[in-house]
């Protein structure tokens, strides 16, 4: 294998170091790396890579002005598709989308978008351009990844955009879901300063449903998009999941990443544990285990299929064990025992895969006699999420479907007119470009609505 088929390697911090503190822990390309890997790109005119991409972002075209040494022009390219691009090119799961597709994949490994898309958003002090105002006014409810998108292209054509967030830090998943570790909040930070310096405006601690209801928004403005995201977490409902030392690993991570409970002198409490397992093996869940393993746990994943069915990014699970996470396959939880009322260990079954089920995945199969201990005083629940209620119970208007999610046509629009929704608050819990690209349709939608009644 030729070296223009294998990629550039990208700065990581050593396991054992980085396992003791909340620093990044890719730090990415250097200039030389990220200049080396521009090259690898053949420019393919049928671009296969952003059929990959939910936003769009014109690869081939960035990564050209790359060649040519020009930054601050390669992120002007990204910035028409994608508002967050510090962002997406740290946790979007590049390897399932644009890079799958990249033709370089055929014969060798596939070009490091992701990486090089991280490298432009970092080392170019550029931001977009909002157009001539139009005099209408959109409310956007949540200031997460879909929010964030839809305020981006909202503002940058022309329309006045008001944020509503609530809590009293802007980000939604960005900030309170994923890790220091994996993505600095001080980037979110930024990113969301260029869209106040474009002139979105934001409105933090605003319950909507509780503070503010949803029909006066969409009486008080020419339209509404509706980003609330998935932050009700599932239980196994097994016994001992009320016992002392359960979390969903949403909360266990919001306590450490928004208020911060991992600094010396926070005054936020969380659990000390000296032993945690974590259930599930999703992002969110590697997210958990890596965030226990640096409060001081030894902590054990606990996941009912095989490695090759996990669906967290290989990346993740790959530093996850570098740092020391253990890894329980082909099990499963059965009940949560405790003592004096706390968590004491964790009953698992062996499990075996069988048919696929309706996904396509081999569906596990408990191995009768196979029940074993794992010694605990801490249990994350990392199994997914579903919409929190409390916008929709206050709105009995908008309709909504399985599991609570927002009901939308085609164009995103829900059974309130002039009203929108995407991202999780539809989808479920999905990946951050994923949530990114409804909120782009959903801006679409917005500025045709508003075309189409001129």
């Known amino acids: 294998m030729s070296d223009m088929n294998l990629r550039n390697k990208p700065v990581v911090r050593d396991p054992l170091e980085r396992s003791r503190d909340f620093g990044e822990v890719c730090l990415g390309f250097t200039p030389q790396a990220a200049a080396l890997e521009a090259q690898r790109c053949l420019g393919c005119k049928a671009a296969p890579c952003m059929k990959g991409c939910p936003v769009g972002v014109q690869i081939p075209r960035f990564i050209a002005c790359l060649k ?17 691009p ?37 080392n170019a002090q550029i931001q977009g351009v909002a157009a001539k105002k139009t005099g209408k006014r959109v409310a956007v409810v949540g200031s997460g990844p879909a929010g964030l998108a839809c305020a981006g292209d909202l ?41 106040a310096q474009l002139g979105v405006t934001f409105e933090k601690d605003v319950v909507v449903g509780k503070t503010v209801e949803l029909s006066e928004l969409a009486e008080q403005y020419d339209a509404v998009f509706v980003g609330t995201g998935a932050g009700l977490p599932m239980f196994m409902n097994i016994p001992g999941e009320n016992l002392n030392g359960v979390f969903s690993a949403n909360e266990y991570l919001t306590r ?39 409060m001081g ?33 082909l099990s499963n939880p059965v009940r949560i025992n405790g003592e004096n009322g706390f968590v004491k260990s964790v009953t698992c079954i062996k499990m075996e895969l069988g048919e696929p089920d309706a996904s396509g995945r081999r569906s596990p199969v408990a191995v009768d006699g196979s029940e074993f201990d794992i010694e605990c005083d801490m249990v994350l629940m990392a199994l997914g ?43 479920g819990s ?25």
């Not at 830090?169 to 260029?194: D, H, Q, S, T, W």
């Not at 902590?299 to 740092?323: D, F, K, N, Q």
């Not at 579903?386 to 629009?413: F, H, M, Q, W, Y």
């Open 256 to 294: 450490v990443n928004l208020m911060k409970a991992y600094l010396a002198d926070s005054d936020t409490p969380v659990f000390k544990s000296k032993k945690a397992v974590v259930v599930g093996a999703g992002n969110v869940a590697m997210d958990g285990a890596r965030t226990a393993l640096r």
């Open 68 to 84: 040519d040494g020009d930054v601050a022009k390669a992120k002007a390219v990204i910035l028409k598709d994608s508002s967050l």
């Open 155 to 195: 503002i940058r054509a022309g329309v006045d955009v008001t944020v509503f967030e609530a809590f009293h830090k802007l980000g939604g998943v960005l900030v309170y879901g994923i890790p220091e570790f994996r993505l600095p909040k001080a980037l979110v930070e930024k990113e969301v300063a260029e869209l």
């Open 297 to 329: 746990a030894e902590v054990s994943v606990v996941y009912r299929r095989g490695r090759e069915e996990m669906p967290a990014r290989a990346e993740e699970i790959e530093h996850a064990e570098e740092e020391g996470v253990e890894l329980k396959l």
């Open 385 to 427: 999420t579903s919409p929190n209620p409390l916008l929709t119970s206050s709105c009995k208007a908008l309709a909504t479907g399985r599991r609570g999610v927002i009901e939308v046509d085609e164009s995103l629009e829900t059974s309130l007119k002039g009203v929108y929704a995407g991202g999780d608050a539809v989808t």
């Open 430 to 454: 999905a990946t951050v470009i994923r949530a990114m690209g409804q909120g782009k349709k959903a801006a679409a939608s917005i500025l045709q609505s508003f075309e189409n009644n001129r």
């Open 86 to 122: 510090s962002v997406c090119g740290r946790v979007c799961p590049q390897e399932n989308q644009c890079e799958k597709l990249c033709v370089r994949a055929v014969k060798g490994q596939p070009v490091a978008i992701g990486l090089l898309e991280r490298f432009v958003a970092d």
